[in-house]
């Protein structure tokens, strides 16, 4: 345990690593502290505790009097991820909080100090909050929730490298754009057709995210594909884009999550995307489900969203620092 480690910390403060006992007390000093972003223990349990890259002493735990008052949660690489490997210069602080009634007072110094330490003597390079895959819990710091905390971490050398925003639609009344339908019917045209995926899909979708796209999203296709054509398919769909016989672009949703989707590189501004994404939508309608949203995209594309009646919902700072 390392004790006192900064001066300006209150009386009977204490740093030490996350021990078991801590779940419930971690728990509730997040949802005080992380307000917008509220976990139940389960989750705590599924994204953290069963994630192959935990480690305790990757969880600075900081108490005073012997109760929990804060925390930050950092994760390396311990189990390679696909062909992107350990990534063994990176690191990625995932969540960070201090309990309101108790900021201000050096337990969040006192936290981030010791993790970064941590991390530079195990030999990472930077540290990101907080892009990590596969178990993120937003794409980095909600800029209108948490604004203090940027101001705080830009003063202590991080760097703002990206702004994403989550979106949301609502699905009630949805109707194909006029745009849209014009679009499906000059792809068409094109030889290009937009279906419902079918289970002799699986190996060209995959090999086509595979080179088109990140490891996570191979991931989180190959989930879709075994809830659709292994176990169960009420909550999930996936659309394909096909010319000629070859992938040339896919969407999917889980329950209301929308995404990942995305198209060849070289077919990009032909309409291909907005009939996905319109197509994804008219299916998750059909299956019962009144809103759609997903966490993370630019601004780019979120003018591609908005054809089918998302808007901005939060407003994210993903945040990096040499070590």
């Not at 100090?113 to 195990?122: S, V």
């Not at 659709?228 to 096909?242: H, K, S, Y």
Request: glycine content about 8%; aromatic content about 12%; hydrophobic content about 45%.
């Amino acid at each position: 345990m390392i004790k006192d480690i900064n001066k300006a910390t209150p009386p009977g403060f204490s740093l030490r690593t996350y021990a078991p006992a801590d779940e419930s007390a971690l728990v509730e000093v997040w949802n005080a502290a992380l307000w917008a972003d509220p976990i139940a223990i389960s989750i705590w349990r599924t994204k953290v505790l069963l994630d192959p890259n935990f480690r305790a002493e990757g969880c600075h735990v900081a108490e005073v009097n012997g109760a929990v008052r804060g925390f930050l949660l950092s994760i390396t690489r311990q189990v390679p991820y696909y062909d992107e490997g350990l990534q063994a210069d990176q690191a990625w602080i995932t969540a960070f909080g201090v309990h309101p009634d108790w900021q201000g007072r050096g337990l969040g110094n006192a936290l981030l100090e010791a993790a970064l330490n941590r991390l530079q003597n195990i030999g990472c390079k930077r540290v990101t909050i907080s892009s990590y895959v596969p178990n993120y819990f937003t794409p980095g710091v909600d800029t209108a929730a948490y604004g203090a905390g940027v101001e705080y971490l830009v003063r202590r050398g991080f760097k703002v490298i990206s702004r994403p925003l989550s979106m949301r639609a609502e699905l009630t009344g949805f109707r194909y754009p006029t745009a849209v339908t014009a679009a499906d019917e000059k792809l068409r045209q094109q030889g290009i057709v937009i279906r419902p995926a079918v289970a002799s899909d699986i190996v060209p979708v995959l090999a086509f995210i595979q080179r088109h796209f990140s490891a996570d999203w191979y991931r989180e296709a190959a989930g879709i594909f075994g809830d659709l054509f292994v176990g169960d398919p009420r909550m999930v769909n996936m659309i394909i884009a096909e010319q000629n016989g070859a992938v040339v672009g896919y969407a999917q949703h889980r329950a209301e999550r929308f995404g990942p989707f995305g198209v060849n590189p070289e077919l990009r501004s032909r309409g291909i995307g907005r009939v996905l994404l319109a197509a994804t939508l008219m299916e998750m309608l059909k299956k019962g489900f009144h809103a759609a949203w997903f966490l993370w995209t630019g601004d780019d594309a979120a003018r591609l969203y908005a054809v089918c009646g998302f808007h901005e919902v939060r407003r994210f700072a993903v945040l990096q620092k040499n070590l």
